[in-house]
């Protein structure tokens, strides 16, 4: 069965503080992603990674960072965490879309974080 | 700009049939994706639609018309565990997915 697992279902955390959510795949997926998801709005792309050591910025990468030292891991990490940094962060990863494959997207859990 | 419209919320009845639209205007068109998104869960996969026409999954269907830049997803049948939310998302010429708000399903008994 597939597998996309996040460190931590919920935190909470306070202002200045730096964050670290993980998130391993055990599918050998090419590509992984890191979404944060508000009531009322889409899923919003903070980061994305193609490759090992690669990564490329979504639609809203301000206050965030990411790490990706091996295929199955990829990191996001809040330096100095703020308030409006509280929300439901979501990591999926897929293989490449290739006309094989769709990519379609398979998620973690979610972490939910909260700063105060 | 890219985007995607889809009814914030729905109500439908226990073993009725409801139709969740979604409408898009992307750069580019590389496919469009359905999840289904319980509360407090992740978003599961649902189907997945590049060619015009409906695909049939079971209770759930879904319907693309590119030319409108048009889709719905049909559930027949409603369960009570069907209650979630909809997530439409279409996948640009970057490939790069553009999502939708979701709908809110509420089925009642």
């Known amino acids: 069965d597939v597998k996309v697992t996040q460190s931590s279902r919920y935190l909470v955390k306070r202002t200045g503080e730096k964050v670290f959510l993980e998130c391993v795949q055990d599918m050998d997926h090419e590509n992984m992603f890191w979404y944060r998801q508000d009531p009322g709005l889409g899923l919003r792309l903070i980061y994305f990674s193609y490759d090992v050591k690669m990564k490329e910025k979504g639609d809203i990468p301000e206050g965030y960072s990411v790490s990706r030292e091996k295929k199955e891991r990829f990191s996001l990490i809040l330096e100095s965490a703020s308030t409006n940094q509280t929300s439901m962060y979501l990591c999926?990863?897929?293989?490449?879309?290739?006309?094989?494959?769709?990519?379609?997207?398979?998620f973690g859990e979610g972490s939910r974080l909260t700063v105060l | 700009g890219q985007n995607i419209d889809q009814p914030t919320e729905m109500t439908a009845t226990e073993g009725a049939i409801v139709q969740i639209n979604c409408t898009y205007q992307?750069?580019?068109?590389?496919?469009l994706f359905w999840y289904q998104q319980h509360a407090g869960e992740a978003p599961t996969f649902l189907s997945y639609?590049?060619l015009d026409g409906l695909e049939e999954k079971g209770r759930f269907s879904s319907f693309l018309s590119r030319s409108k830049g048009y889709s719905y997803l049909l559930l027949k049948e409603l369960q009570m565990k069907d209650s979630a939310s909809y997530l439409c998302?279409?996948?640009?010429?970057?490939?790069?997915?553009?999502w939708g708000a979701g709908t809110k399903l509420i089925i009642k008994p």
């Open positions: 639609n590049v």
């Open positions: 998302a279409v996948m640009d010429s970057n490939y790069q997915l553009i």
């Open positions: 992307t750069s580019g068109f590389n496919g």
């Open positions: 999926a990863s897929t293989f490449p879309s290739d006309g094989v494959n769709t990519g379609e997207l398979f």
